[in-house]
């Protein structure tokens, strides 16, 4: 998975990992722990970005874009630019966000390494957790 901390040309964060995970699930190759487009970042993303849910999922799944074409997309509804303030705002929220104790607890175990909490952003738990499910799923 591309991490939540990636952003694309355009500047806004977690989107090229939501434009994956909508695409893989929209041809059925998503890894069934994951959802193609969930209530957290994800959508944090689209309400940031002012697009709806359910037309975003219709495009992924009729035109299959590419990232480059999704982002096309994005500028075209949001007439050809985008509002900066808006996007450094989406993009302080997904830094700034903090599991709970018991995700990141979770998430620690899982990756086999001790919760000492000198990890505490979402971002870089939510790598880990993907390199384990990766490990645990390929590699094992």
Known sequence: ?????????????????????ASLEAVGK?????PGCGKGYDQ??????GIDREEFLAYIKSSKPSYVQLESWVLSKKGG?????????????????IHDDGTRASICSSAGRPDDGSIKDAVNLNNLDDWATFYSAELK
Do not use: C, E, F, T
């Not at 591309?2 to 990992?17: D, E, F, K, T, Y």
């Not at 998503?30 to 994951?34: G, N, S, V």
């Not at 630019?81 to 966000?97: E, P, T």
């Open 81 to 97: 630019s985008l509002d900066q303030a808006a996007v450094k705002k989406l993009n302080d929220a997904i830094k700034g966000y």
């Open 1 to 21: 998975m591309i991490s939540s901390g990636v952003a694309g040309p355009l500047g806004v964060l977690h989107l090229p990992r939501l434009w994956q995970k």
């Open 30 to 34: 998503l890894h069934p722990d994951y």
């Open 44 to 49: 944090m993303v689209l309400d940031g970005l």
